[in-house]
């Protein structure tokens, strides 16, 4: 099984700052990465993937890059919206997909 | 608008089974894979079984394998799983997920997730 690990698993950070989630795969995915954003007692929510770093319906704020086993998530200007856990996904072995741990960014 | 509404959870015996089931709408059910997802009380996303539009390619879990069947009905917008020999640890949200496109791509839409217990 390809294991996915993310750091850090939460993070504190303030309306418009600037943050960046990793994520990392035991072994070579190539770009097959999503990212998925769950706000508090919601589902999780399809954001972002590396193969298609911009996403209709996705403020540009969130850009996804990385390929191989390495993966960031970056979120330019953090708006309050925004403060949720974010998993990534590796779709490589699909349909025997694997998630991370998740990483929550909370208000500082 | 695609939804995906969960139903059938619930509080179960370990050793019991419970059905779930996914009513689907707002897209073409019949021309897409579609996948159960879990998540335990407080904790992470596990993929838990898939099944390709014609029911011809099904996948499990290795923690589920054996106890639980996927299941669809495309004439009625369904998913199912049927849930056997239950125990404490497959007590979670159980979502109803839809794969965007086959092959190597992400889980575009969820459902709200019904609640499964497992408890004596």
């Known amino acids: 099984d390809i294991q996915m690990t993310q750091s850090p698993s939460s993070l504190s950070a303030s309306i418009g700052d600037s943050v960046t989630l990793s994520c990392r795969a035991s072994q070579n995915i190539r770009s097959h990465l999503n990212w998925y954003q769950q706000r508090p007692g919601q589902a999780p929510k399809f954001l972002i993937s590396a193969t298609s770093p911009f996403q209709s319906g996705v403020p540009s704020r969130f850009t996804a890059g990385g390929s191989g086993t390495y993966f960031t998530l970056t979120i330019s200007g953090l708006q309050p919206e925004d403060f949720a856990t974010y998993f990534c996904?590796?779709?490589?072995?699909?349909?025997?997909?694997?998630f991370g741990g998740g990483t929550k960014v909370e208000i500082k | 608008e695609v939804n995906l509404v969960e139903s059938g959870g619930g509080l179960v015996r370990p050793g019991d089974s419970l059905g779930l089931s996914c009513a689907a709408s707002?897209?073409?059910?019949?021309?897409?894979?579609m996948n159960w997802v879990r998540q335990a009380p407080g904790k992470g996303l596990e993929w838990v079984a898939s099944?390709?539009?014609?029911?011809?390619?099904?996948y499990y879990a290795d923690s589920v394998k054996g106890r639980f069947t996927v299941s669809r009905d495309n004439a009625n917008n369904s998913l199912y799983l049927e849930m056997n020999t239950v125990r404490a640890e497959d007590t979670a949200l159980y979502y109803c997920v839809r794969e965007k496109s086959h092959g190597t791509s992400p889980l575009d839409y969820w459902g709200q997730g019904t609640l499964v217990t497992v408890s004596s």
């Open positions: 099944i390709n539009s014609r029911s011809n390619d099904i």
């Open positions: 996904q590796q779709s490589y072995s699909s349909p025997l997909v694997t």
């Open positions: 707002g897209f073409t059910f019949s021309s897409y894979s």
